[in-house]
């Protein structure tokens, strides 16, 4: 994500108060990767685009021995350390560069939560996303689901190309909108061996609050949420 898609400003502000209970968000993806997570109890775990560090809080809270935060966002990072404390690292770092920072072989688990389609570099991500992991280590990923893009922006569904998508007030999001068979070719190709997906939708908690958009994800596909393993 480079710096000119980053949440900036009044966008990261935004972003962060929404990411705390939405429905997409709060109980869509979230949910998900945590599942796919499975027992973190004793791991490090570094999470790129930690955002608001909503995942990093909950990783925590199911016993991970440490996370570590990297985003590009410092109105994110400010509200990461907010509900983080000062004892968890972050690092505010663009993830079109090299994680030149981290050691080789550090992590037991990487997250990449609704980051991985902002990414131009997207090979160099997953290329240093494998270096710092251990062997036998985990990735999971989530992204729009190519079904659902096409859906809403129309064209080929083959389309490989940058969207902007309505966000809060007067925002847009960037990101690059691909086929299912590019995503997965991407990180099979990267070395990783898919061991897990889910097609999230809403969970029950979302339903009182929003039923809305709760039957919305139980009707249309809306994120795709892998997990996979470093041989």
Do not use: N
């Not at 898609?5 to 939405?22: K, P, R, V």
């Not at 869509?28 to 791991?43: E, F, I, S, Y």
């Not at 007067?170 to 990267?190: D, I, P, Q, V």
């Amino acid at each position: 994500m480079t710096a000119e898609t980053a949440y900036h400003g009044e966008m990261g502000e935004q972003f962060a108060t929404q990411a705390t209970d939405s429905t997409y968000h709060a109980h869509t993806d979230r949910p998900a990767m945590l599942r796919l997570a499975g027992d973190v109890t004793g791991l490090r775990v570094l999470d790129l685009g930690c955002g608001a560090g909503h995942y990093a809080a909950d990783l925590l809270t199911r016993g991970a021995a440490q996370v570590v935060g990297v985003d590009g966002s410092e109105s994110l990072l400010h509200s990461a350390r907010e509900r983080l404390g000062a004892g968890v690292p972050l690092h505010r770092h663009d993830l079109e560069e090299p994680l030149a920072f981290l050691a080789d072989e550090s992590f037991d688990l990487v997250v990449m939560a609704l980051v991985y389609h902002h990414i131009d570099a997207r090979g160099q991500l997953l290329a240093e996303s494998r270096r710092v992991l251990r062997p036998g280590g985990t990735l999971l990923v989530s992204t729009t689901h190519p079904t659902g893009d096409w859906g809403y922006f129309g064209g080929s569904y083959f389309a490989h190309e940058r969207v902007e998508l309505p966000f809060g007030d007067g925002f847009a999001l960037s990101y690059w909108r691909m086929t299912l068979e590019r995503f997965l070719g991407e990180l099979l190709g990267a070395g990783f061996v898919l061991e897990a997906l889910e097609e999230p939708r809403a969970a029950e908690a979302a339903r009182p609050a929003d039923p809305r958009r709760y039957e919305k994800t139980h009707r249309q596909p809306h994120f795709l949420a892998v997990r996979l393993r470093r041989p």
